[in-house]
C-alpha cells in the first residue's frame, strides 16, 4: 500500500520533482537520458538497501522462472496427511490438502510475480500514455484526463476491483487486467508533471520551432526523460499489485486452477491452520510476500530519492540540525 | 471572500463527483460483459424461460436510459434493492454494519496516526542514527505484510488473551450495559490494532519526510539562529507546518483503510460493511455489493472533502 499523491496538496508527497538539467544536458535529449540511467546505477550502487532489494527481487525471480526444475514435489500430487509436520523430505511441512509447502511457495511465486509484473505493465502502459497526452498536449486533455485521474484517486481501490473481478468470474487473466487498468493514477501524475517541464525547455522549443513533428519530440525527447521515472514507479507498482492479488485471491477471487501466494493465505485461514497449529502452511507465503513487497520498496524509493534534488537538500539540511544539537550537548 | 468560493468550488466538485460514482456504479453493474442475469441463470438446469423471466424482473429488457433513470428515482428514494441473502433492504443492512465497522475503523486509524506521527517525528528529529533505523525499520515491515496475514498471526500470538472472531460474545447472558461495552472492546482490540500495524508504515514515512523538509526551511534557521531552545522549534516551529502534508495523506488513504477494513473484518469475522463485502461475493448478492460498494466510495468522497476543508482551516496560506 503506496500513499498515492493529491494533486492539489501544496506539496506533493511521493511526486518526483525533476532534476533540472545541467547545461551539457540541455543539447539533447540522448545525453540527458543516459544521465538519468546514470542516476539509477549510481543510487543502486552507492545505497546498500538498493543494492539488497535488487538483489533480492533477481534471486525471487529467478526461483519463480526455475520453479518446474527445481521444486522438489509435484503440487498436484498429494504428498501426504493435510498438515504433516515439516521434517522427513518435507522443509515446510504439508497444507491442508497434503501438498508440499515448500513447492507451492515456490509455484506461487511464480504466479504472484506474473501477477504483479504484467498488471504493472498494464498500469504503467496507461499511466504513462494518459500523463503523455495530459502533460504534453496540456488543455482540454489536460483537464478531461486529470478529473479521471481525480477520480480514480479517490475512489476506494479494492472495493471496485472486488466488484469487478466478481462480476468478470475469477481468473488470473482478469486479475491482471482489474488491477492494471486500476492502479495507473499515481504514474499518471509523475509522468505528466515531468511532460510539462520537458515540453517547456529552450530545445524542445527550439525543435518545434523549425517543424518537428509531436510525434519526433515525444519519442525523442519526453519519452527517454521519462523512462527512468516511469521504471522507478514501476517497481513500486509491482509490490501494490501482488498486495492487492493477495487481497483479491483472499477474498476467494482469484484463480481457482492456480496457486499463488495469495491463494496459500486463503487455503489456510478457510481451513483453520491456525486453530491447527498449523503455523508453517499460514507463516511462510506471508513472509514471502512482506519480503518481495519490502524489496521493491527498497529498490524503487532509492531510485526516487535519486531523482529528487529537494529530498536531498532537506535531509542535509536536518542533519547539520542534529549535528548542532549533539556538539551543543557535549559543551 | 475567495476561500468561500474555494470552498464552494470544491463542494460542487465533491457532488459532481458523487454523481460520477453513482453513474460507475450503475455501469459496472448492468454495462459490463457478464450480467448479472447470466450469472444467476448459471444454475445446472437454468431453461431459457427462468432467464427471459429474471431478464424481466431486474428490469433487464428495457433500454439502458430506462434503466438508468430508473437507477437514479430508485436510489432518491434510499432504495438500493433487496438483499439475496436475508431478503432485507440493502440499505438496512448497510447501515447496521457501518454502525459497527466505524468504531473499529476510527480506533485503528487513531493508532496507525499516533505510532506514524510518533515515530515519524523520532526517525526526522534523530537522522542519521540508529534511533532513526529502530523507528523506521518495523514501520517498513508492518507495512509490507498483507493485512489478513497479520491478522492471522496476531490471531496465533494472542488468542490466549483476547476474543479473536466476532464483535460480542453470545454467552455473555443479561449483560449490563457496561460489561456488553467492555465485552466489545475487548474484541475490537486485535482487529484495529491488525488495522492500525498495517497502516501506519505510510504515515511513518511521510511523517519523517515532512519534518525534514520543514526542518530544512529558512525559518527553522532564523530560528536557531534567535537562540530559541531545540524543544520549542521542534514543536512549536517544525511541528506543526510538518503535519499539514499527514492531514491530507491521510485523508488520500482512507482508499486503503477501507481495503484494509474488509479483509481484517474478513479474517475476525466482524460484522461489518467489509465482511458484508466479503459474503457479498461468496453469496453472489449482486445488491448487497453494489450497495456496499457505493456507500463505500461516497464515504471516502465525503472524507476527502471534510479534510479538504479542515486543511484550509489549518492552513491560511491557501486561497
Known amino acids: 500500500m503506496f500513499p498515492e499523491v493529491d494533486p492539489n496538496a501544496v506539496e506533493p508527497v511521493g511526486v518526483v520533482i525533476p532534476a533540472e538539467p545541467e547545461a551539457a544536458e540541455l543539447v539533447t535529449g540522448k545525453q540527458a537520458s543516459t544521465s538519468s540511467f546514470a542516476v539509477v546505477a549510481r543510487a543502486v550502487r552507492h545505497s546498500p538497501s538498493a543494492m539488497v532489494g535488487l538483489v533480492i527481487l533477481v534471486v525471487l525471480v529467478l526461483i519463480a522462472l526455475l520453479a518446474p526444475l527445481i521444486a522438489p514435489y509435484n503440487v498436484n500430487v498429494q504428498a501426504g496427511k493435510p498438515f504433516t509436520h515439516p521434517g522427513g523430505g518435507h522443509l515446510l511441512g504439508l497444507d491442508d490438502g497434503g501438498y508440499d509447502v515448500f513447492s507451492l511457495l515456490m509455484w506461487g511465486l511464480r504466479v504472484s510475480l506474473l501477477v504483479g509484473f504484467a498488471a504493472t505493465f498494464v498500469a504503467s502502459g496507461v499511466g504513462s500514455v494518459v500523463g503523455i497526452v495530459a502533460g504534453y498536449f496540456g488543455g482540454a486533455w ?67 520551432s523549425i517543424g518537428a513533428s509531436h510525434r519526433w519530440i515525444i519519442s525523442h525527447h519526453v519519452l527517454p526523460q521519462l523512462v527512468p521515472l516511469i521504471v522507478a514507479n514501476t517497481v513500486l507498482n509491482i509490490s501494490y499489485a501482488i498486495f492487492l492479488e493477495t487481497a483479491l485471491a483472499f477474498l476467494g477471487l482469484g484463480d481457482p486452477n492456480l496457486v499463488s501466494l495469495g491463494t496459500m493465505i486463503q487455503h489456510a485461514f478457510l481451513a483453520s491452520a491456525v486453530v491447527q497449529g498449523a503455523w508453517w502452511a499460514i507463516v511462510p507465503p506471508g513472509v514471502l510476500v512482506a519480503v518481495i513487497i519490502l524489496a521493491c520498496s527498497l529498490f524503487g524509493r532509492a531510485i526516487e530519492d535519486a531523482f529528487n534534488p529537494r529530498l536531498r537538500a532537506a535531509n542535509l539540511g536536518a542533519r547539520s540540525f542534529t549535528r548542532i544539537r549533539v556538539s551543543k550537548d557535549r559543551g | 471572500m475567495r476561500k468561500s468560493g474555494y470552498l464552494l468550488r470544491r463542494f460542487i466538485q465533491a457532488i459532481v463527483t458523487c454523481f460520477v460514482a453513482i453513474t460507475f456504479n450503475f455501469i459496472l453493474f448492468r454495462a459490463l460483459p457478464g450480467s448479472v442475469v447470466s450469472n444467476l441463470s448459471r444454475v445446472p438446469n437454468a431453461s431459457p424461460a427462468l432467464k427471459i423471466a429474471l431478464t424481466k424482473e431486474f428490469g433487464l429488457d428495457k ?64 537522522r542519521g542514527t540508529q534511533v532513526e533505523n529502530l523507528a523506521v525499520a518495523p514501520a517498513l515491515g508492518f507495512y509490507a505484510m498483507p493485512a489478513q496475514w497479520l491478522g492471522l498471526m496476531l490471531i496465533v500470538l494472542f488468542s490466549s488473551f483476547l476474543p479473536t472472531s466476532g464483535m460480542s460474545n453470545q ?84 482508499g486503503f483503510i477501507v481495503g484494509g477494513a474488509i479483509l481484517v473484518e474478513t479474517v475476525f469475522n466482524w460484522p461489518g460493511i467489509g465482511l458484508a463485502v466479503y459474503q457479498a461475493v461468496l453469496y453472489r448478492d449482486y445488491p448487497m455489493l453494489q450497495g456496499a460498494f457505493l456507500v463505500l466510495t461516497l464515504s471516502v468522497i465525503f472524507f476527502n472533502l471534510l479534510a479538504d476543508v479542515l486543511y484550509l482551516r489549518l492552513d491560511p496560506r491557501i486561497s
Open chain 1, 142 to 208: 489536460d483537464s478531461i484526463l486529470m478529473r479521471i485521474t481525480d477520480y480514480f484517486l479517490v475512489i476506494p481501490a479494492l472495493p471496485l476491483m472486488i466488484s469487478v473481478a466478481d462480476i468478470w468470474g475469477p481468473s488470473l487473466f482478469h486479475t491482471i487486467v482489474v488491477i492494471g487498468v486500476l492502479s495507473w493514477t499515481v504514474t499518471a501524475l509523475v509522468v505528466r508533471a515531468q511532460a510539462r517541464t520537458v515540453k517547456e525547455r529552450v530545445y524542445v522549443k527550439r525543435e518545434r
Open chain 2, 171 to 254: 454467552f455473555l447472558i443479561d449483560p449490563t450495559p457496561l460489561q456488553h461495552l467492555e465485552d466489545v472492546l475487548q474484541h475490537m482490540i486485535l482487529p484495529s490494532l491488525t488495522l492500525g500495524l498495517v497502516l501506519y508504515g505510510q504515515y511513518t514515512l511521510i511523517v519523517r519526510s515532512s519534518m525534514l523538509e520543514t526542518l530544512s526551511e529558512d525559518y527553522i534557521l532564523t530560528a536557531k539562529a534567535a537562540g530559541l531552545s531545540k524543544p520549542r522549534i521542534l514543536t512549536r516551529y517544525a511541528f506543526r507546518n510538518a503535519m499539514l502534508p499527514v492531514v491530507s495523506v491521510v485523508a488520500l488513504s482512507l
Open chain 2, 63 to 126: 433500454s439502458r436510459w430506462v434503466q438508468y433513470g430508473d437507477y437514479l428515482s430508485q436510489l432518491a428514494h434510499f432504495n438500493l434493492g433487496v438483499s439475496y441473502q436475508n431478503s432485507r433492504p440493502v440499505l438496512g443492512n448497510l447501515i447496521s454494519d457501518l454502525a459497527n465497522t466505524i468504531p473499529m475503523v476510527t480506533l485503528g486509524t487513531l493508532i496507525s496516526i499516533v505510532l506514524g506521527v510518533v515515530t515519524g517525528v523520532i526517525a526526522a528529529w534523530r
